[in-house]
């Protein structure tokens, strides 16, 4: 059973690009969160899916954006790319309904210079 | 609103000593708790939790009590390997909503042999 995958696994981008990250969810979890990691930092919450709607978001800017997709997949879109954007990406997973422990996928290492 | 705070590191400690890494936290509801440990290049994986006040986590020789009098979560354990060496993440959520995540800072622990 393969766990949460995300796609790709790194990154490089410049500043006033676009760019989306993918994440694939375990088998069986039909809700996904986004977490930007800076370096040095704990995980914050961007957004999280669920039924293919943003069911709650953290404190980013309308630059991020996502998608759910019908097979629970899920992408995170980020306009106008900032420096500060720069950071490791995670995607996580959980069953609805079923239990709130979610599962990380390994990260997608984004840079912006 | 809900916050964890970790004791800060990074943590250096021999083979075989014993560990401790503070977390408290700050929560409106009901919080679970939750310990993630990250190593270098990879996402989090779930090291412990305990849903309710009073219940004990444990995993791998790791162990946290979730104390509601003193809102403390710490993380311990008997005697450290050097694969214990990674940066470790103490968590809550919130159980009515279970979307969110909160994160502490993390703390970097090396074990030398």
Redesign the interface.
């Known amino acids: 059973d393969a766990g949460?995958t995300q796609s790709p696994t790194h990154l490089i981008k410049t500043r006033g690009q676009q760019v989306t990250l993918r994440c694939s969810p375990k088998s069986g979890h039909d809700t996904v969160?986004w977490?930007q990691q800076a370096l040095?930092?704990?995980?914050?919450?961007i957004f999280?899916y669920y039924e293919e709607e943003e069911?709650?978001r953290?404190n980013f800017p309308d630059r991020f954006s996502g998608h759910q997709f019908p097979n629970y997949s899920s992408e995170l879109n980020v306009n106008a790319l900032l420096l500060g954007d720069s950071a490791l990406y995670?995607c996580?997973s959980?069953p609805d309904r079923v239990s709130?422990?979610?599962?990380?996928?390994?990260?997608t290492r984004l840079t912006v210079t | 609103g809900d916050s964890v705070t970790q004791m800060e590191g990074p943590v250096t400690l021999s083979e075989e000593a014993f560990l401790t890494i503070n977390c408290t936290y700050t929560a409106t509801g009901y919080p679970s708790l939750f310990w993630y440990v990250q190593y270098p290049g990879e996402g989090l994986q779930l090291l412990l939790k305990a849903t309710k006040a009073d219940d004990k986590g444990s995993n791998k020789g790791f162990e946290a009590t979730y104390r509601k009098e003193t809102t403390s979560f710490h993380l311990e354990k008997g005697s450290v390997q050097v694969s214990d060496s990674a940066v470790y993440f103490c968590a809550l959520i919130d159980r009515n909503t279970g979307n969110q995540f909160y994160f502490g800072t993390g703390t970097s622990l090396t074990v030398i042999p």
């Open positions: 949460v969160s977490y040095g930092q704990g995980p914050q919450f999280q069911r709650q953290g995670l996580a959980r709130y422990e979610q599962y990380f996928g390994p990260g």
